[in-house]
């Protein structure tokens, strides 16, 4: 299309059919602008014409080559393909998100479910396990108050599917104290070593596994990190139950027979296969409660606990009572300590419900008496309980009991002692200390004092050798040297050093192997957690350790 240049200004001349009002110089410099608007739009209608564009790829005051296809002018014609032939079809509208907030912390549940179904007998069998239960189902989702609000908040943080916030029904009954068999423990049910590559610190004053915050944010880098290897949220669950590199060698089977290789083709444990179909059971009867005629208890979307910063050591004991809380509450959110004190150190946040934390932080402000009664001692030899105890002011049986030392057991150098404040000891944990604590403990040694006779013949090397002693200490026993003569029916002091017991040796040896954490694990061992699992298998104890 060629266009003359147009004039900036111009003015149409008025028509004589209509009354119009005198032309001021203002309005016919408006009415010029709008007609060479006009053709400006013109002008970019015809730029974008397939010539045009054309015309445009060769670049200004280029030519089109000879021989090349001429561009189209706008009286050109296109040929068309025949139009197809008009039929009925069903036509959908998108779903409609709604804007109204969710009504409690289980419709915000639902709103977020994005993994897809599964549907097999295994879960209708695990459908029937939990409504035939309703006490359990009961007790389980009450539990689950002071911890979903925060499980959810991170869910949805991440982008993640919702169904990732109902694993702890699944794993531990949101009982974050529940330890397995398999010695994994806290709400998500880590086991050592995993817990140990996520940074969940185990040690004698405190495990992270059991830390509401710190195991949540493990838990779902872990299931990240495992979605991202398999590419399936089923096979990560499995995973994040089995071992991902056990259900990597089991997918591998399957490619090297030419098997599908999903959640329901691979060969697991039975535990394992019943895994996502538990999960599914329990996002059915959330999904549908009146379906399968479950009441869920109110649970308000509205966080439970506020986080509080520490900056100083301070007593369990002080923290419930200027929080107004018992301290069964205030360790049912704070599970992961283990002591009668908090160390700033290592755990420098404590979680309170959301108004005990407001009268907590104004209290606080107005104590002005110690805020801790305890600290910690490292061992700096070993020694035996009694001799720890005079070492550090205690009672014997205090410090036994506060660190959970069994009777006839020695605490070896090195070994993390919690004691009583004093002028001596009166100083906050350190952080090497909190973090790294350990106990390790050795059966007390028993001293028995006899005699022997000398036989004909009899050395103090010979008799030495044939009562298990150096000769140089049967020689010290008895005021000789070691190469003094003896006569045959002499009678020698014998002194013979021996642990408590064969028994307490085999136990001694272990415990100087790992921490008292795995003795605590035995005391506070959950009777829930076999409710939730009662038929265990030896593949859970390789759980997670791939």
Request: hydrophobic share 40%; proline share 7%; charged share 20%.
């Amino acid at each position: 299309m060629t266009l003359a240049s147009a004039p900036t200004a111009f003015h149409p001349p008025p028509d004589p059919s209509r009354n119009h009002p005198p032309l001021t110089q203002s309005s016919g410099r408006l009415a010029g602008l709008v007609w060479t608007l006009g053709l400006t739009l013109l002008i970019a209608g015809c730029a974008g014409s397939p010539a045009a564009r054309q015309t445009n790829q060769a670049g200004a005051g280029s030519t089109v080559p000879s021989g090349s296809p001429q561009p189209a002018t706008a009286s050109s014609s296109y040929n068309h393909p025949p139009l197809s032939t008009i039929v009925s079809a069903q036509a959908s509208a998108p779903p409609v998100v709604t804007l109204a907030a969710p009504e409690d912390i289980w419709d915000r549940i639902r709103r977020g479910f994005a993994m897809a179904d599964l549907q097999n007998d295994l879960v209708r069998d695990r459908e029937q396990w939990y409504i035939s239960r309703p006490d359990y189902m009961q007790r389980m989702t009450e539990r689950s108050n002071r911890y979903l609000f925060h499980i959810v908040e991170e869910v949805e943080r991440r982008n993640l599917p919702m169904e990732l916030a109902l694993l702890p029904f699944i794993e531990s009954a949101f009982n974050p104290q529940a330890v397995s068999s398999a010695r994994a423990a806290g709400m998500w049910q880590f086991m050592p070593a995993t817990g140990q590559s996520f940074d969940l610190r185990q040690n004698a004053f405190r495990d992270d596994r059991r830390d509401v915050l710190a195991s949540t944010r493990a838990a779902l880098d872990y299931l990240e990190q495992l979605h991202g290897r398999f590419g399936d949220w089923h096979l990560a669950l499995a995973a994040y139950n089995w071992g991902q590199g056990n259900v990597n060698r089991a997918i591998t089977r399957n490619q090297r027979a030419g098997l599908p290789t999903g959640y329901t083709d691979i060969d697991m444990p039975l535990e394992t296969r019943m895994y996502v179909p538990k999960l599914q059971a329990v996002k059915n009867i959330l999904a549908r409660p009146e379906s399968f005629n479950a009441q869920l208890p109110p649970i308000g979307n509205h966080p439970f606990f506020d986080t509080l910063t520490l900056e100083r050591d301070i007593d369990v004991a002080l923290i419930a009572r200027l929080a107004e809380v018992s301290e069964k509450d205030f360790r049912a959110l704070n599970p992961s300590i283990k002591q009668p004190i908090v160390m700033a150190a290592g755990t420098p946040y404590i979680l309170l419900p959301w108004d005990n934390a407001n009268i907590f932080e104004r209290r606080l402000a107005e104590y002005k008496g110690p805020l801790a009664s305890w600290t910690a001692w490292v061992v700096p030899s070993t020694m035996t309980a009694a001799q720890a105890a005079s070492r550090v002011g205690m009672s014997e049986s205090e410090l036994r009991a506060v660190n959970n030392i069994p009777p006839r057991m020695q605490v070896r150098a090195g070994s993390s002692l919690l004691v009583a404040r004093s002028d001596q000891h009166n100083r906050d944990v350190s952080e090497f200390v909190a973090d790294n604590a350990s106990l390790s403990l050795q059966p007390e040694a028993i001293v028995r004092r006899g005699s022997v006779i000398v036989r004909a013949g009899d050395t103090l090397s010979r008799l030495a050798a044939r009562h298990g002693v150096s000769a140089s200490n049967l020689a010290r026993w008895n005021n000789l040297r070691v190469s003094s003569k003896l006569k045959a029916g002499q009678r020698l002091s014998l002194v013979k050093t021996q642990r408590s017991s064969a028994v307490a040796a085999k136990g001694g040896r272990k415990m100087t192997q790992k921490s008292t954490q795995a003795k605590g694990k035995s005391v506070k061992r959950s009777t829930k957690k076999a409710t939730i699992k009662p038929t265990r298998t030896a593949s859970k104890k390789k759980a997670r350790k791939n």
